[in-house]
Nanobody, 130 residues
């Protein structure tokens, strides 16, 4: 059974840091693109950062460039999101995703992978207070 399990969320003051982890296992198809997405109450889901699993090319939303870093550890089947200099507007539920899509960059703009096979985690809450 495929599972994506996120951890590392929590509450932090503005300027603080958090590191999200996403452990994955049980894939039934090849996943070329993994990423982090977030959704705040009353807002649509948005892309935060994605990574092409073959080669490691990374892509970031403009709002997090220079503050967040996405990385993967293939030996542990784990995806990470290091979040520094957090702002109150970063408050949201953060979701990990793994997709058969190769369009990692466009997934940031659309907030997902369209009709491509995609696994989603259950989400982890990040709350940043001012």
């Amino acid at each position: 059974q495929v599972q994506l399990v996120e951890s590392g969320g929590g509450s932090v003051q503005a300027g603080g840091s958090l590191r999200l982890s996403c452990a994955s296992f049980g894939y039934t198809y090849i996943t070329y693109c993994m990423g982090w997405f977030r959704q705040a109450p009353g807002k649509e889901r948005e892309g935060v950062a994605t990574i092409y699993t073959i080669g490691g090319s990374t892509y970031y939303a403009d709002s997090v460039k220079g503050r967040f870093t996405i990385s993967q550890d293939n030996t542990k089947n784990t995806l990470y999101l290091q979040m520094n200099s957090l702002k109150p507007e970063d408050t949201a539920m953060y979701y990990c995703a793994a997709s058969s899509s190769v369009y990692c960059n466009s997934a940031l703009r659309t907030g997902g992978f369209g009709s491509y096979n995609t696994y989603w985690g259950q989400g982890t809450q990040v709350t940043v207070s001012s």
